[in-house]
């Protein structure tokens, strides 16, 4: 019984996850089919929007964060089953982005709009570029694992998972993480950049760039050596650009 409630509870975390993801793409994109967008919401003024959204921002950084460090994941599933930890990150993630949305405050002062119709198009479609970007990185790195179907499937059929195993797919070979890349894509590439877009755009770059050291420590605990390499070898947002010298020791020659 208590298996079948743990899938069910990760039906019900992805589906909260992918209904906010769509809405994230609306709101980050100003789309009319939402009610609330970055540059669409209740008015306030120009110190308390910014102090706002930059308190929402940092919230969102915190808990996206401090959630998918390996110590706080050994803490956490000493409460909660560890086939429903990645359930309770993935929902408490998104319910973070609806708080975003609810208590995001327009800036609407125009910084840059490209009116030229080539132009505006071309943006559109690296906006759009972006967004397919981050979602097919998901499916080459185990879709349903990164967001908990996954663990509450094999705790359900009582199977255990597969040692993690260091792989390259599509993407993966020519930037490290390309999930973050498709982000960077999609929150810059605007026709209309709003002093609320760029406080946006900016204070989710910053948050990611730290997000990706943290990151791949706890990949180079996991990988090793194959990580170090890797991480010399190919870009980190972009191809070529981000390499960093490997540093564990080699070990002397026979």
Do not use: C
Not at 109 to 120: C, E, F, S
Request: proline fraction near 6%; aromatic fraction near 16%; hydrophobic fraction near 55%.
């Amino acid at each position: 019984m208590a298996r079948m409630v743990q899938m069910g509870f990760a039906l019900v975390a992805y589906a909260v996850f992918f209904a906010t993801f769509l809405y994230l793409i609306a709101f980050v994109g100003d789309l009319p089919i939402v009610p609330v967008t970055i540059d669409r919401g209740p008015e306030a003024a120009p110190a308390t929007a910014l102090a706002v959204n930059l308190g929402l921002i940092a919230l969102f950084g915190l808990q996206h964060s401090a959630m998918a460090r390996q110590g706080f994941k050994r803490w956490w599933t000493g409460i909660v089953p560890p086939a429903a930890e990645r359930s309770v990150y993935v929902l408490a993630a998104s319910l973070m982005l609806i708080l975003l949305f609810w208590g995001w405050r327009p800036m609407p002062t125009t910084l840059w709009q490209v009116d030229n119709p080539a132009g505006a198009a071309l943006l559109w479609a690296l906006f759009a570029s972006g967004w397919g970007i981050v979602l097919l990185s998901t499916f080459l790195i185990n879709h349903f694992e990164l967001f908990g179907l996954q663990q509450a499937w094999f705790a359900l059929r009582d199977r255990a998972a597969a040692a993690p195993q260091f792989r390259q797919p599509f993407f993966y070979r020519f930037v490290r993480h390309p999930l973050y890349s498709g982000f960077f894509i999609a929150f810059w590439a605007t026709p209309h950049m709003t002093a609320g877009h760029l406080l946006f755009a900016a204070g989710m770059s910053a948050w990611m760039l730290l997000a990706i050291r943290a990151e791949e420590k706890d990949l180079i605990a996991v990988f090793g050596r194959d990580y170090e390499e890797y991480r010399a070898q190919v870009g980190m947002l972009a191809p070529g650009i981000g390499r960093t010298a490997a540093t564990l020791p080699i070990a002397p020659a026979e």
